[in-house]
């Protein structure tokens, strides 16, 4: 098994960054699912870049949330450099996901459930928790209740959204790939034959 | 639904003439300032800019119409809540308390506090404009190759303006993928129980992904049969030459931001002007 690398920017990963920075700032405008709890929503923006992240990589998952939410932040008046930056930490702990789940090899089971689960979460937990209430006081002097109070209805909201529609994502994503040693050379067939 | 957010400004105006570089850093240092004082006449006065070159790069009022309303509804909840949640924030800063008057319980308006949601709310108002100028009024691959003029590796770059070069394509493939699932019948209302919303909205993404999934093949193909990525630097078709205007834009907003640090440093002793001391 060939070793997978973290860190390297090949062209596809530059492609994946591009077109997963598009899809999220779609998403991220256009779907948002409406929870039982007033005025909050499931992003599914952000299970797109642990799904991502999963597939591509830390560099592609980091870089396309950034780019992304910078975009969003522009076009919606929000240019908020303390939520910017915490994006970019989420999706950068996304990304090591990719080292640890073989998805591309069509194997996805409870291991690779459990493990994809626990790094989102913990991305989510750092970004939303720490860095970006952190942040939010360092930068703008924001009042600790508040930019608590937001940050882990942000970071809850993410990790039940990485967390239902990442792992359905990538469940639907290792169906279609043919797992490694599927094939095999059929030598009693050619045996008779011969 | 049919929103596109990437209607460039084509007006032939003083900010479209200037080079990618100097804008880029022009909007990075006004942001910065904006962000790091609370000096209530440092925002206004950064309000009062935004403004003009708002007028000056004739955005229209159709174009952002959607998206003020979105903010005016944000701040005003930001505000409340704020209020709600930290009601003596200001007293805290500027050491203080000027009563205004009481309302009820924990919650009296002191002008502390006024001054510090004001200060915060024109922080927001100020930074807004200046997003929208920048994106509607520069071209994706001139925004490349300014990127790269700035320092960012052109990989990076180049990220940055494919994203802008798919989004519509991928926003056509959304539209199209939502009108087929809602002609099925997909119920997308807020009629639908939260396990069937979920469902519904893995109902458009998925086709979604996949199809991005592809298309990410075959781009990375074609730019890899180009041989893009063999050297170390590359140039940009769309890239202009430094002008005396753009040095002259950067020179007053590096003004603008030295100001505002001297203030911060120099007048205010901290990032908050007291006018209660």
């Known amino acids: 098994m060939e070793q997978k690398k973290l860190f390297t920017f090949s062209t596809r990963i530059l492609v994946a960054t591009a077109l997963g920075a598009a899809l999220f700032f779609i998403l991220n405008t256009f779907v948002r699912i409406p929870t039982p709890v007033p005025a909050t929503y499931i992003m599914p923006s952000w299970a797109i870049a642990a799904f991502f992240g999963a597939l591509f990589g830390p560099i592609t998952s980091a870089l396309m949330t950034l780019i992304a939410v910078i975009l969003s932040g522009a076009i919606d008046g929000g240019m908020w450099w303390s939520w910017i930056i915490a994006g970019g930490v989420a999706g950068f702990i996304y990304g090591f996901a990719f080292k640890f789940v073989n998805v591309n090899r069509g194997e996805f089971k409870l291991k690779g459930i459990l493990i994809f689960n626990a790094i989102q979460i913990a991305g989510n937990v750092i970004a939303w928790f720490v860095v970006a209430p952190v942040l939010d006081i360092l930068i703008y002097a924001e009042p600790v209740e508040l930019v608590f109070l937001q940050g882990a209805v942000a970071g809850l909201t993410n990790i039940i959204g990485c967390a239902v529609i990442g792992t359905l994502l990538l469940l639907a994503y290792s169906a279609t790939r043919s797992k490694e040693g599927s094939l095999k050379k059929d030598t009693d067939n050619a045996d008779k034959q011969a | ?53 708002f007028h000056i790069s004739k955005v229209t009022w159709r174009q952002i119409r959607v998206i003020a309303c979105i903010l005016l509804l944000f701040l005003l909840l930001n505000a409340l809540f704020t209020f709600l949640l930290a009601p003596e924030q200001g007293v805290k800063i ?51 190759a300014s990127l790269n003029g700035i320092g960012m590796p052109y990989k990076g770059a180049y990220a940055v303006s494919l994203t802008l070069r798919y989004f519509p394509d991928l926003q056509r493939d959304y539209n199209n993928i939502s009108m087929s699932q809602q002609a099925r019948g997909l119920e997308m209302s807020k009629k639908a129980g939260f396990a069937s919303r979920v469902k519904n909205a893995l109902a458009i993404i998925v086709p979604l992904i996949f199809s991005t999934l592809e298309r990410i093949e075959v781009i990375s193909n074609a730019m890899d049969l180009r041989a893009f990525g063999k050297h170390k630097k590359r140039t940009w078709y769309s ?14 907003t590096a003004l603008i931001f030295a100001v505002s640090l001297y203030i911060t440093f120099f007048i205010n002793h901290s990032r908050f002007y007291d006018p209660f001391a």
């Open chain 2, 1 to 53: 639904m049919k929103i596109n957010l990437f209607t460039q400004s084509r007006e032939d105006t003083f900010l479209r003439r200037m080079s990618g570089v100097a804008k880029l850093v022009c909007f990075l240092l006004l942001t910065f300032t904006v962000m790091l004082s609370y000096d209530i006449r440092v925002i206004a006065f950064t309000i009062i800019l935004s403004f003009v070159m």
């Open chain 2, 94 to 144: 500027y050491g203080s308390r000027h009563e205004i008057f009481h309302i009820a319980g924990r919650y009296t308006l002191t002008q502390e506090q006024l001054l510090y949601m004001s200060s915060k709310l024109l922080k927001y108002v100020a930074v807004a404009p200046l997003g929208l100028i920048f994106f509607l009024c520069t071209d994706p691959s001139e925004l490349a």
């Open chain 2, 239 to 252: 890239a202009r030459k430094i002008s005396r205007q753009d040095i002259l834009a950067i020179a007053v």
